[in-house]
Structure formats: C-alpha cells, structure tokens
C-alpha cells in the first residue's frame, strides 16, 4: 500500500556525514509516522529516529545531536542527516511508514529495501 525507496547511503569515515532519503508512493496519505531503523552486523532491528505525520520527532540516545529527521510533505520524502558518524553507527538502515487504513481500525507496517551504511575508522 506504501513503497518506499531508500538511497544515500555509503561509505564514509569516522567523522563524516551522509543524509539519507526515503522517498514513499502509493496511499501516502495513510501514513501515520515515518522512521529509520538500523541493523548492526548479528544484531535486531532497532529504531534511530521517527517523525510523525504532526511532526513530532524522537531519536535513539546514541544518535541525539549528531542525526536529524525531516520531511518535505510536497515531496513525500523523508531524510536522514547524519553528523559525526562513529563506527558503532554502520550498518543497513531501513526507512519505515506506518500506514493507517481509511477507518483507521488497523495499522501497517512497510518497509523500505535498506541502504548500507559504512563508517571507517
């Protein structure tokens, strides 16, 4: 019901910056928030940061003033800024919506394909 395209990642050096996309199509409309989560190597799935369709935002303790999320709403794209990255931030970032239907009696989870995200020491 919702696509979504990543792109932005790559590799960098401690220190350095990325600003990841996340461009969504389809029922648009639907969705309720939007956030990024990264998988380390031979870890779970965790959240960094998320923004809400009111434009509320959290972030993750480890990534609290280093990365920032934000909307174009015209654009249906969402970003990562990603300042003064450490090599505890490598890894697959995955952008996610979380989809309401039109009666607003369930939500959905869609995923993103993933973008790699590497940072050298």
């Known amino acids: 019901q919702v696509q979504l395209v990543e792109s932005g990642g790559g590799l960098v050096q401690a220190g350095g910056s990325l600003r990841l996309s996340c461009a969504a199509s389809?029922?648009?409309?639907?969705?309720?928030?939007m956030g990024w989560y990264r998988q380390a190597p031979g870890k779970q799935r965790d959240l960094v940061a998320r923004?809400?369709?009111?434009?509320?935002?959290n972030y993750a303790d480890s990534v609290k003033g280093r990365f920032t999320i934000s909307r174009d709403n015209a654009k249906n794209t969402m970003y990562l800024q990603m300042n003064s990255l450490k090599p505890g931030d490598t890894g697959v970032y995955y952008c996610?919506?979380?989809?309401?239907?039109?009666?607003?009696?369930?939500?959905?989870?869609?995923w993103g394909q993933g973008t790699q995200v590497t940072v050298s020491s």
């Open positions: 389809g029922r648009v409309f639907s969705i309720k928030a």
């Open positions: 923004i809400t369709s009111g434009g509320s935002t």
């Open positions: 996610n919506a979380k989809e309401r239907d039109s009666g607003g009696l369930h939500e959905y989870d869609n």
